[in-house]
């Protein structure tokens, strides 16, 4: 159907851009489908919904463009690290009870909750991937019965093409749940009829589930959609699960229903995943669904955001018959992460942050604040006029390289020539940081110079070490995460990849920055707290701002 881009708007910030295909971007169903999913995520507005920014379904090439949520999937964490304990547990129960009401308080049916449409961000979940969704009082398209997404995540009635209601997705948190507790599809795995027949007749494995959560699971993946329990039961015996209890519901006794009607049967598995040359790809879907007697047609689902590699250079396109690339995999030993073909991507994009090596860096220049303020100032601004003059010159690359492809002579010569323009531009965008910034930290500087006096039981200059600390702290965060700090984080990430590499190298580079700040810091404590001026000369700011502990 589509190809799912990361890009970055105006802002730095960055997003999602799904286009259709051009083999389908004329076609009017496809049109009215990527419609009807943008008239979908428009009417959804909650922080664990990905929300949607942009979207133009009637242009040359339709796309929407929709939050970039740069966590895992909920199937990755689960992979990778095992079932999860029962906070955690609870804490994506809840997460997707309060994104599921909120997708069903604007009409919508998500239809489609599995492990793969689930980021998790920061410990929560964040629901994605409107690819299949359903509006509540949306007309069928048409009568042809057409069955897409992953088998033993599709509830009995997508499979049979019957009515599709909120308990459907209920449906999908409980298979959800049930992954992310045992580790294991509640359905099993294999051949597709086989596990679209386990949901149809309700045949489920919840043997890896915790006994106390189980009740709750067992009712919810019902086969028959009236006999599920509704929000506030899903959520009460939640909570009561949290608390240590068992999480049960009222639930009818019944026979199962389906029992004797024809499994659906599918012969081809659907959302086999390839690579992608664009910039910077997160890859694109292909399906191969097959038609199933009865049922609803409906859209072919958007591979979610966090199934493609984020991990290493972005590789080509395999060649017909060769293996997909893994996704996750890490740039092969020795790699630049440059890629030189027309479309090349980000060499940026999943190479290590240097958060321990930054932090460091910051603690150094917190201790250079305490002790030598001037010289702490010019490191500081001299830092952010680098990153931002390296995040140009290396982002002015990527985009010709991706454009016209990688021209050793022309390519050096254009960034030698263009140099001096990435250095204005980025000296301007410093000076305005460093005012902001410096506004903050000045406010933060005399606020702890105020409150002090109340701890210590004795004045204290706005001059002195602690109030200086905090100033600059404050400062660094506000440009480090404030408005204009996107340029600033990639430059500093750019740099330091190169000055504090993965390894030995990088982590002595790491260990003496925290040291030199802590060394200083000490310094400062060791002087009274009172800081040296230097360059400046001492005297007058020592006599008319400094005071002795």
């Known amino acids: 159907m589509g190809v799912v881009h990361l890009g970055l708007d105006h802002s730095g910030r960055a997003v999602a851009i799904k286009v259709l295909r051009p083999h389908v971007a004329y ?20 922080r664990l919904v990905a929300a949607v920014l942009d979207a133009d379904p009637d242009g040359p ?47 919508v049916v998500h239809r489609d909750l ?12 964040v629901v994605i991937d409107f690819g299949i969704a359903h509006v509540a009082d949306d007309v069928r398209l048409t009568s042809t019965g057409l069955v897409m997404g992953t088998p033993g995540y599709l509830s009995p009635e997508v499979v049979e093409g019957g009515a599709v209601t909120e308990a459907t997705d209920w449906w999908g948190w409980a298979a959800t749940l049930a992954f992310a507790a045992s580790g294991q599809p509640p359905f099993g795995r294999g051949p597709m009829n086989i596990v679209l027949d386990r949901v149809r007749h309700g045949r489920h494995d919840l043997g890896g ?19 599920r329990p509704a929000a506030r039961e899903v959520l009460g015996a939640l909570e009561v699960y949290s608390r240590g209890g068992e999480a049960t519901v009222p639930t009818p006794i019944q026979g199962a229903a389906g029992a004797g009607s024809a499994a659906p049967t599918v012969a081809a598995p659907i959302g086999a995943t390839r690579r992608l040359t664009a910039v910077p790809p997160l890859g694109e879907r292909v399906s191969a669904p097959r038609p199933v007697p009865t049922g609803p047609s409906q859209s072919a689902p958007q591979a979610p955001i966090s199934s493609y590699p984020r991990t290493g250079p972005e590789a080509p396109a395999p060649a017909p018959g060769a293996p997909a690339a893994t996704p996750g995999a890490a740039a092969p030993a020795g790699s630049t992460g440059w890629t030189t073909g027309v479309g090349a991507g980000d060499p940026r994009i999943g190479r290590p942050t240097r958060t ?3 932090a460091a860096l910051m603690i150094a220049i917190l201790g250079l604040a305490a002790t030598w303020p001037m010289i702490a100032l010019m490191v500081a601004v001299s830092w952010a006029l680098l990153a931002r003059t390296v995040d140009r010159s290396v982002t002015a690359l990527v985009l010709r390289r991706h454009a016209y492809g990688a021209k050793r002579g022309s390519d050096v010569a254009l960034a030698v020539l263009a140099s001096p323009a990435h250095v204005i531009a980025a000296a301007l965008s410093t000076v305005l940081g460093v005012i902001g910034s410096g506004l903050i930290g000045v406010a933060a500087a005399y606020v702890t110079s105020w409150v002090l006096p109340l701890v210590l039981g004795r004045p204290v200059s706005v001059a002195s070490a602690l109030p200086l600390l905090a100033g ?67 005297a007058p700011l020592g006599d008319a701002l400094s005071w002795n502990w």
């Open 27 to 46: 076609d009017a169903e496809s049109r009215r489908r990527l419609a009807r999913e943008v008239a979908t995520l428009e009417r959804v507005k909650h």
């Open 61 to 107: 090439r339709p796309y929407v463009v929709t939050q970039y949520v740069p966590g895992p999937s909920l199937e990755e964490v689960i992979t990778s690290r095992g079932p999860m304990p029962p906070a955690d547990l609870v804490r994506l129960g809840r997460g997707l009870v309060e994104a599921l009401e909120a997708i069903h308080a604007a009409g």
């Open 114 to 125: 599995k492990p793969g449409n689930v980021l998790m961000l920061d410990d929560e979940p």
């Open 209 to 227: 589930v915790d006994p106390r959560l189980r009740p709750l699971l067992a009712a919810a993946l019902s086969p028959v959609a009236t006999d």
């Open 356 to 358: 321990s090596s930054l």
């Open 472 to 538: 600059m702290a404050v400062a660094i965060v506000f440009s480090w995460w404030g408005p204009g700090g996107v340029p600033l984080r990639r430059g500093s990430r750019s740099i330091m990849r190169g000055i504090a590499p993965d390894g030995t190298p990088g982590d002595i580079v790491t260990s003496a920055l925290a040291v030199l700040g802590i060394g200083l810091l000490v310094w400062s404590l060791l002087s009274h707290g009172v800081p040296s001026w230097l360059p400046l000369t001492d």
